[in-house]
């Protein structure tokens, strides 16, 4: 079938077309009801189905004679070591692992706490949730203590799995300190820690709480996988909104497992014993989809890199991993690839290597912008295939279709809708816009398997930020448009979460941390362009009357507090005191214009603005504060 064939079925005959996908898999009773709607009125998919991911992802394999192929290369320059771990052998530590959980208490439907650095037990660790049917929760390893305070506070894990430390370029992160001091302050307490001991820095463990992974997997029994429905959660996985309360977005197994196996052939072309490298993190959605499920259940080998695109040690290092391990298709951040463009900007160090194994590109995370495409395109000879999603759809809602029907890309454009995603551009009332138009990005529902049924423990949420915006649609959050020939540009958030780096982040949770300086009367937080993260956050802050502080004090006391609360991952360095805020007559900050005067952009003052005449003199110090 062409894209345009598969896509028209995917949207007016979507029960036939997925139930095609899912017949597909090994399930443990194959679903005969595809498309239901649960108690709050949500779609779900395979409701009567039942399965095991872990199952899909590794004992299916080792069934079919895969046994001896390689899972996963575990790649890590920062740590100078290497392994490559078989199906079989993955397989035999992931159930053992199962074992160590279950003997701590863990049962189906529990949660279990992932913090761990880009090792393979991070992987282990989530597959032995999966096959003992608890629900994991992975953080992100650069979050700080009050952050993972409030992901145990929310998700309420039995266990929490961690390591002794992580590794950022040169420097050693030792995290149980992080994980005591979370623990500490949540109100919920874990029963128990299981901690993997690193070389580079070993943790002190508590008797009672903190358990070793290596002695426990020793003599651990290897548990088998527990049948799970496909509705039955897989993950929790928490991402920024517009509050200091991230949002724990919930994915099921059933149609995370069909769209995980349909996505690896239809968008990004690859075929069991083919090699897969997402060059992100455990801790990212991208991290879940395509470092661990998606390559394990379409049986391919995936790489697990620990390192960075420059600097471990050098430029060269995305090409020396894909050329060492005969990388089919790169998926990657814009960010890594400006990183190494600045480093390297001609890409010379290209020149050692035999690349002729990679045949894509993928990219996502951000936009990708066009310089970055072209200097790509250019420099790999490869197709560059930009794709947008978001932690809530788990996997691409545009693309170009690779395993279906390769079209030509734009430049600034993710291309198509991928099978199963009606795309619509909406205006303000939600009527459909036409082409070029630019409008809200929003998905007719139903959406298909993978996407989100619901926020862990606050259904209202899901509904009113995605749900009530526009009827029988979800909001994507993003603003864009099409083009004439069906070409879907995504311009950025129409909320207040930011990009930075790839990392999504909330601009109202860094206000939050910003508001409570005793010094502060008021502040806003843009995200403002930066020519390597593609934004950073800038802090405006206006102070108390006859306060007197000095500003590079307070400066540092801003930029402290938020690497303390939320993590270096913030990439918070910016701040400047501001005489005014510009706002509305009903007191909303005007964000957006505030981060169009720094950008250099052209900007609409609107009707409803309270304070017009403060505007020239704001203007001239953000133009001042500008990135060059
Ligand atoms: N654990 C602990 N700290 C971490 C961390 C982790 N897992 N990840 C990042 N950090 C820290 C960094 O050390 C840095 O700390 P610093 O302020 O003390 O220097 C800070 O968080 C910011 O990190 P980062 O945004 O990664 O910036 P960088 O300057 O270290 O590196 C890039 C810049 C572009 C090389 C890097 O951001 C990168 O590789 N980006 C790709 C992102 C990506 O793959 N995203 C996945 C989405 S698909
Ligand atoms: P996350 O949930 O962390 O994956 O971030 C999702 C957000 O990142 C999206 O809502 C977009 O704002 C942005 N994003 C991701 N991929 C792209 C892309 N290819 N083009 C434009 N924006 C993207």
């Known amino acids: 079938m062409t894209y345009s064939e598969q896509?028209?079925?995917?949207?007016?005959?979507?029960?036939?077309?997925?139930?095609?996908?899912?017949?597909?898999?090994?399930?443990?009773?194959?679903?005969?009801?595809?498309?239901?709607?649960?108690?709050?009125?949500?779609?779900?998919?395979?409701?009567?189905?039942?399965?095991?991911?872990?199952?899909?992802?590794?004992?299916?394999?080792?069934?079919?004679?895969?046994?001896?192929?390689?899972?996963?290369?575990?790649?890590?320059?920062?740590?100078?070591?290497?392994?490559?771990?078989?199906?079989?052998?993955?397989?035999?530590?992931?159930?053992?692992?199962?074992?160590?959980?279950?003997?701590?208490g863990v049962s189906k439907g529990d949660r279990v706490l992932i913090y761990m650095p880009m090792v393979p037990e991070a992987a282990v660790a989530m597959l032995a949730c999966a096959r003992i049917g608890a629900i994991h929760s992975v953080v992100f390893g650069g979050f700080a203590a009050h952050e993972l305070a409030i992901r145990i506070d929310d998700a309420e894990p039995v266990v929490v799995v961690s390591a002794s430390c992580g590794i950022e370029v040169d420097k050693v992160i030792p995290y149980k300190p992080l994980l005591d001091a979370a623990i500490e302050a949540s109100q919920y307490k874990p029963r128990a820690t299981v901690i993997l001991q690193r070389p580079?820095?070993?943790?002190?463990?508590?008797?009672?709480?903190?358990?070793?992974?290596?002695?426990?997997?020793?003599?651990?029994?290897?548990?088998?996988?527990?049948?799970?429905?496909?509705?039955?959660?897989?993950?929790?996985?928490?991402?920024?909104?517009?509050?200091?309360?991230?949002?724990?977005?919930?994915?099921?197994?059933?149609?995370?497992?069909?769209?995980?196996?349909?996505?690896?052939?239809?968008?990004?072309?690859?075929?069991?014993?083919?090699?897969?490298?997402?060059?992100?993190?455990?801790?990212?959605?991208?991290?879940?989809?395509?470092?661990?499920?998606?390559?394990?259940?379409?049986?391919?080998?995936?790489?697990?890199?620990?390192g960075k695109p420059v600097r471990t040690p050098d430029a060269g290092a995305f090409w020396r991993v894909v050329s060492e391990y005969g990388v089919k298709a790169l998926f990657a951040a814009p960010t890594a690839f400006r990183a190494i463009r600045k480093e390297d900007p001609e890409g010379k160090l290209l020149a050692q290597y035999d690349m002729s194994c990679l045949k894509t590109l993928f990219m996502a995370g951000e936009r990708l912008d066009p310089p970055t495409y072209d200097w790509a395109r250019e420099l790999l000879q490869v197709p560059v295939v930009d794709h947008w999603w978001q932690t809530e759809t788990g996997w691409a809602i545009c693309a170009n279709p690779m395993g279906i029907e390769p079209v030509a890309t734009r430049a600034g454009s993710a291309t198509f809708p991928v099978p199963g995603y009606n795309v619509q551009i909406l205006d303000d009332d939600g009527k459909q816009l036409g082409p070029d138009q630019q409008g809200s990005v929003a998905l007719?529902?139903?959406?298909?398997?993978?996407?989100?049924?619901?926020?862990?423990?606050?259904?209202?949420?899901?509904?009113?930020?995605?749900?009530?915006?526009?009827?029988?649609?979800?909001?994507?959050?993003?603003?864009?448009?099409?083009?004439?020939?069906?070409?879907?540009?995504?311009?950025?958030?129409?909320?207040?979460?930011?990009?930075?780096?790839?990392?999504?982040?909330?601009?109202?949770?860094?206000?939050?941390?910003?508001?409570?300086?005793?010094?502060?009367?008021?502040?806003?937080?843009?995200?403002?362009?930066?020519?390597?993260?593609?934004?950073?956050?800038?802090?405006?802050?206006?102070?108390?009357?006859?306060?007197?502080?000095?500003?590079?004090?307070?400066?540092?006391?801003?930029?402290?507090?938020?690497?303390?609360?939320?993590?270096a991952v913030a990439s918070f360095k910016d701040t400047l005191i501001v005489p005014r805020l510009p706002k509305t007559r009903s007191g909303k900050i005007l964000r957006k214009v505030l981060r169009q005067m720094t950008d250099g952009e052209e900007y609409a003052v609107p009707s409803t603005i309270d304070d017009p005449a403060s505007l020239p003199e704001l203007e001239q110090l953000l133009t001042r504060h500008r990135t060059p």
């Open 7 to 104: 896509y028209l079925r995917s949207i007016d005959a979507p029960e036939a077309f997925w139930g095609e996908q899912a017949a597909a898999l090994d399930w443990f009773q194959r679903p005969e009801t595809m498309l239901d709607r649960d108690d709050n009125g949500i779609h779900r998919w395979f409701v009567d189905g039942q399965l095991n991911t872990c199952h899909l992802a590794l004992d299916y394999h080792v069934a079919q004679g895969r046994g001896d192929q390689v899972a996963i290369y575990y790649d890590s320059p920062v740590t100078d070591s290497k392994r490559a771990i078989t199906y079989s052998d993955l397989l035999d530590q992931v159930a053992r692992f199962a074992g160590v959980l279950l003997a701590q």
């Open 200 to 306: 580079e820095a070993a943790a002190e463990l508590q008797a009672g709480r903190d358990i070793d992974w290596a002695a426990a997997a020793a003599d651990a029994e290897p548990a088998p996988c527990t049948p799970v429905a496909a509705t039955d959660p897989l993950y929790i996985l928490y991402t920024s909104g517009t509050t200091g309360r991230p949002k724990g977005v919930v994915r099921d197994n059933g149609g995370h497992a069909v769209a995980m196996h349909y996505s690896m052939k239809a968008i990004y072309n690859m075929n069991p014993g083919d090699v897969f490298w997402a060059a992100s993190d455990v801790g990212w959605v991208v991290g879940h989809s395509y470092i661990v499920y998606a390559p394990l259940i379409a049986g391919l080998t995936t790489v697990l890199y620990e």
């Open 444 to 567: 007719k529902l139903p959406l298909p398997p993978g996407c989100l049924p619901t926020i862990w423990g606050n259904f209202p949420r899901f509904r009113d930020g995605y749900l009530s915006t526009f009827d029988g649609y979800y909001v994507s959050g993003d603003g864009g448009y099409r083009d004439e020939d069906g070409y879907v540009y995504i311009m950025g958030r129409t909320d207040d979460v930011i990009n930075v780096a790839g990392h999504r982040l909330s601009t109202g949770e860094m206000e939050e941390i910003l508001a409570a300086h005793p010094a502060v009367a008021e502040c806003a937080v843009i995200g403002v362009h930066c020519e390597l993260k593609g934004q950073k956050p800038l802090g405006l802050v206006l102070l108390k009357d006859g306060v007197d502080i000095d500003p590079d004090q307070l400066h540092r006391e801003l930029v402290a507090s938020v690497r303390q609360e939320i993590g």
